[in-house]
């Protein structure tokens, strides 16, 4: 298999295990949508592969089910959650948040802050 096939495997892999926390949160892809300002359909555009999957598109959705990056790549990809470690939210990731996703951090600091991620000075 080359780099670039692989690649897309696991692309499709993320994107699948995105669609099933989706649905197992019991949220539909527009209640996802709405808040971090996705235009109608264009969830599914991104889970079915007809749109390419973007870092900050995964980082928001994961931010609306008040999962991690760490957490979520571990399960996708099999990584025992003991050898996982907290990684604090990267100051640039904010930074390059558009103004719309920026209503789903208060959210995703909260609940870093509650998983002792991030120290309240943070």
């Known amino acids: 298999m080359t ?3 692989l690649a897309a495997q696991q692309v499709e892999q993320v994107a699948r295990a995105l669609r099933q926390r989706i649905r197992g949160g019991g949220r539909t892809l527009r209640e996802v949508e ?7 359909d264009y969830l599914r555009q991104l889970l079915s592969g007809n749109v390419d999957l973007k870092l ?3 980082l928001g959705v994961l931010a609306m089910l008040d999962e991690g990056p760490t957490e979520f790549f571990a399960g996708v990809f099999g990584v025992p959650a003991g050898l996982l470690q907290p990684e604090p939210l990267h100051p640039l990731f904010r930074e390059s948040m558009s103004l719309a996703q920026r209503s789903v951090l208060p959210n995703l600091i909260r609940s870093l802050r509650e998983k002792g991620v991030l120290s309240e000075a943070e």
């Open 3 to 5: 780099p670039k096939e």
């Open 34 to 40: 709405e808040p971090l300002a996705m235009g109608k």
């Open 56 to 58: 900050k598109h995964l």
